[in-house]
């Protein structure tokens, strides 16, 4: 089996979909202001290094048990899917197409959706309360998930991510390496360049 592997954020898209989310649902919902002080502190604990990135995240997305989760989804990707870069649409992909993302599954199921994308790996989250379930999808999580999913006999032929430093460990998977700027555009290289030892 040959695959695509492709990071989400900043990669398919040209921003960060988990805070752009909750951004849109305090626009949408106001009465999620009245959390403000819970994010300033969880912001605080997490910059001073007291709280670790699984432990912020476990908490971050708490604003998803006071609005109805589904139809804010729905309503984020209805405003933003014509963001997504034209290469990554269906007619675009030459092969099976694994998203590997730490952003969370409650947010992009509905996208990978109506991109048709065959799989989808990502931040698990419990819908209802928004509280992390395992660990953060991301660096060595992300190889992880992938060969759990996978197992180790699968070809994968190219990898697209935004992040040269936190998307190393998928990189490494590719037998071609593609970094995604600002503006979507792709600048191959090769893995043993760009990580000499």
């Not at 990669?11 to 009465?31: A, N």
């Not at 589904?70 to 675009?92: G, I, T, Y």
């Not at 996978?150 to 991510?161: A, E, I, M, N, T």
Request: proline share 5%; net charge positive.
């Amino acid at each position: 089996m040959e695959v695509d592997i492709y990071d989400f954020d900043k990669t398919v898209v040209p921003f960060d979909s988990g805070s752009t989310f909750l951004l849109f649902c305090v626009k949408r919902y106001p009465y999620l202001l009245l959390l403000l002080p819970y994010y300033l502190a969880l912001g605080l604990l997490y910059g001073l290094r007291i709280f670790t990135l699984d432990r912020f995240k476990r908490h971050i997305f708490i604003a998803v048990r006071f609005i109805p989760l589904q139809k804010a989804v729905r309503a984020f990707w209805d405003r933003h899917e014509r963001d997504v870069f034209p290469w990554f649409l269906p007619e675009n992909r030459a092969r099976h197409t694994v998203v590997i993302s730490a952003s969370p599954d409650f947010l992009l199921r509905e996208i990978a959706g109506r991109l048709q994308v065959e799989t989808l790996l990502c931040t698990r989250h419990d819908p209802k309360t928004g509280t992390l379930l395992g660990h953060n999808c991301r660096g060595e999580e992300k190889v992880r998930r992938f060969h759990a999913a996978f197992g180790k006999d699968v070809r994968v032929r190219d990898v697209y991510s935004d992040s040269y430093r936190h998307d190393r460990p998928i990189f490494s998977l590719g037998e071609r390496c593609f970094h995604i700027e600002k503006d979507g555009a792709q600048t191959e290289f090769r893995y043993g360049e760009q990580y000499e030892q």
